[in-house]
């Protein structure tokens, strides 16, 4: 099983500023790596589908990048809706498709 | 608009069964494979079994695999898990997620349903 490991577990960043969130797997899931985005108390959100496409809706302040066994996603510049817990996940491998164990986004 | 909808949730004794529902809306629901994946309290998402759009594919993870059971009926829009010897580490908020093109990318996801298991 394809182990994803994200980093670092909190990330404290002020409004305005931007985040760079990591994602790495313990081995190649080529392109196919998702970002979800889940807020308290709500269900997960699709970000971020083949490591750089945005899904519908989503803002241009994230982008996602990388291939083979390193990710990441930027938020540009942060907007107070965007605190939240990120998690990456590969699905090159499925099943199962394996998530990271997230990354809080907190406000600085 | 696509809606998913979790029902069946609730305190469970270990050992004890459990049914869960998912009712599909604003989407051709036969077109799309679906999911159950949970969340255990303050910890990630863990993928508990898969069917696709005719249940001609079911897969299961393998913490779940012998007591769970994933069904779907497309003449209801619905989607189905039977929980079976329940333990507690199974305690967790269950959703359902669809994909429709790609495998394990979930497009869609409802908004959970809690089932703790306790004696």
């Known amino acids: 099983e394809i182990v994803m490991t994200q980093s670092p577990a909190t990330l404290s960043v002020s409004p305005g500023e931007r985040a760079t969130l990591s994602c790495r797997a313990s081995q190649s899931v080529t392109s196919s790596l998702a970002w979800y985005q889940q807020k308290r108390g709500q269900a997960p959100r699709l970000l971020i589908y083949g490591a750089s496409t945005r899904a519908t809706g989503i803002p241009a302040r994230f982008s996602g990048s990388g291939s083979g066994t390193e990710f990441t996603l930027t938020i540009s510049s942060l907007q107070s809706e965007d605190f939240a817990v990120y998690y990456c996940?590969?699905?090159?491998?499925?099943?199962?498709?394996?998530f990271g164990q997230g990354t809080k986004v907190e406000i600085k | 608009e696509v809606q998913l909808v979790e029902s069946g949730g609730g305190l469970v004794k270990p050992g004890g069964s459990l049914r869960l529902s998912c009712a599909a809306s604003g989407f051709t629901f036969s077109d799309y494979n679906m999911n159950w994946v949970r969340q255990a309290p303050g910890k990630g998402l863990e993928w508990v079994s898969s069917i696709s759009s005719h249940s001609s594919y079911i897969y299961y993870a393998d913490s779940v695999k012998g007591r769970f059971t994933i069904s779907r009926d497309n003449a209801k829009n619905s989607l189905y898990l039977q929980m079976n010897s329940l333990r507690a580490e199974d305690t967790a908020v269950y959703y359902c997620?669809?994909?429709?093109?790609?495998?394990?990318?979930?497009?869609?996801w409802g908004q959970g349903t809690l089932v703790t298991v306790s004696s």
């Open positions: 997620a669809s994909w429709e093109t790609t495998p394990g990318r979930f497009d869609y």
């Open positions: 996940q590969q699905y090159n491998n499925w099943p199962p498709g394996t």
